[in-house]
């Protein structure tokens, strides 16, 4: 059997005991998880409602330790070869959209890097035994982006690792919910644009000189860039940024023949929400005023970060991709 065949029928094995996990993980709730590409699901019930189960963790959370665990993909994602032989680094690749761009990366013949903070190495590690078993090469790459040093740094390894470097999703974020401009510190402030605006910066300037025509860069932006929450202050406006140089870098890298795409996500289910990003009362009620009932699962994005990526994508530059689930934006 060829690889991707065999991995296609390993991958249609498990879907079922996929659902069956995260209905378990939401026992109060009626979901029928995600199942074979191709079937009809109402999105309603494929995942997951509020109320969900009050938590928090310590910023910047794990994946593994939230209730319900998010769906990146793990069990469900099919690839088919969309992205053979390709090189990708993933910021905030160990969970969320990072991680479900890595795992569809690595099942569409993509090796993939991923960086994370040090503290979310058990999320990470979960992450490269999942690119391993897709029989790509995996690259580990801990550190925290917030100076230009490690960003550097992390280009050079990621190059080094990978043999060569094609893909550059910017998607780790730092976003912290305070209700009142006057109790944003500085040092908050900062944190959120060295994460936000200079990492992104920092690793595009780095990486372009290894990037080929052909080669593409990915921003994660958001639903806030258009209409801001007003706990989101600082965040908000950072995706705002990323929207922004997603369109003027297009402009700019388009006669070298690359192309940059940014993704719009509305409420997903990941780490950053538990870990500050949002006030307790709206992790309990998360994503209930989404039209469909819910928040997004990190898995119905991965698709996007694909579709962006892939040579199919040719002719799309300067564009954001919405998962908003309803609200409007982008
Ligand atoms: P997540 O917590 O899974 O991912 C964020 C990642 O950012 C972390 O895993 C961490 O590795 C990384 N990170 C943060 N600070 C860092 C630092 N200083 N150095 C290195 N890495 C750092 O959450 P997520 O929701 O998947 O976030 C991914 C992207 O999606 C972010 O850009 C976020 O703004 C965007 N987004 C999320 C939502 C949502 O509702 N979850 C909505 C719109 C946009
Ligand atoms: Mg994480």
Redesign the pocket.
Same mark, same amino acid.
């Given at each position: 059997m060829a690889d991707t065949t065999r991995r296609q029928a390993l991958a249609a094995a498990t879907i079922g005991a996929a659902a069956a996990a995260l209905s378990r993980s939401a026992s109060a709730q009626t979901t029928t998880g995600p199942q074979a590409r191709g079937g009809k699901q109402d999105p309603r019930s494929k995942y997951p409602k509020p109320p969900f189960k009050a938590q928090s963790q310590p910023w910047?959370?794990l994946?593994g330790q939230m209730d319900p665990r998010p769906d990146h993909g793990e069990t469900s994602y099919v690839g088919s070869g969309r992205l053979n032989g390709r090189k990708a680094l993933i +910021?905030?690749?160990?969970?969320?959209?990072?991680?479900a761009a890595a795992i569809a990366y690595a099942r569409e013949g993509a090796d993939v890097a991923i960086?994370?903070?040090p503290e &979310?190495e058990p999320?990470a590690r979960e992450v490269v035994d999942l690119i391993r078993k897709a029989g790509r090469n995996a690259v580990a790459i801990p550190?925290?982006?917030?100076t230009a040093a490690f960003c550097r740094d992390l280009v050079s390894k990621a190059v080094s690792g990978l043999g060569g470097l094609d893909i550059v999703v910017c998607?780790?974020?730092?976003?912290q919910s305070i209700p009142s401009i006057l109790d944003v510190s500085d040092d908050e402030f900062d944190?959120t644009m060295? +994460?936000?605006i200079y990492?992104p910066f920092w690793i595009i300037r780095a990486a372009l000189p290894h990037l080929e025509p052909g080669s593409v860069i990915i921003g +994660?932006?958001? &639903?806030?860039a258009y209409d801001p929450s007003p706990d989101l202050y600082a965040?908000a406006q950072t995706?705002a940024a +990323?929207m922004n140089y997603v369109k003027s870098l297009a402009k700019q890298l388009g006669p070298k023949g690359i192309r940059v795409n940014g993704?719009?996500?509305? %409420?997903?289910?990941? %780490?950053?929400?538990i870990?500050g990003?949002a006030q307790q009362g709206k992790v309990v009620t998360f994503g209930a005023t989404s039209p469909l009932g819910r928040?997004?699962q990190?898995a119905e994005l991965a698709g996007i970060y694909v579709r962006l990526a892939e040579e199919d994508g040719s002719y799309t530059t300067g564009n954001i991709y919405g998962a908003g689930g309803g609200q409007g934006q982008p």
């Open positions: 910047p959370g994946a +910021t905030g690749g160990d969970s969320g959209m990072g991680r960086n994370y903070l &979310e999320d550190g925290d982006l917030r998607n780790a974020a730092r976003q944190r060295k +994460t936000n990492a +994660t932006a958001s &639903e806030q965040y995706k +990323t993704v719009a996500p509305g %409420p997903i289910w990941t %780490p950053l929400q870990s990003g928040p997004g990190p």
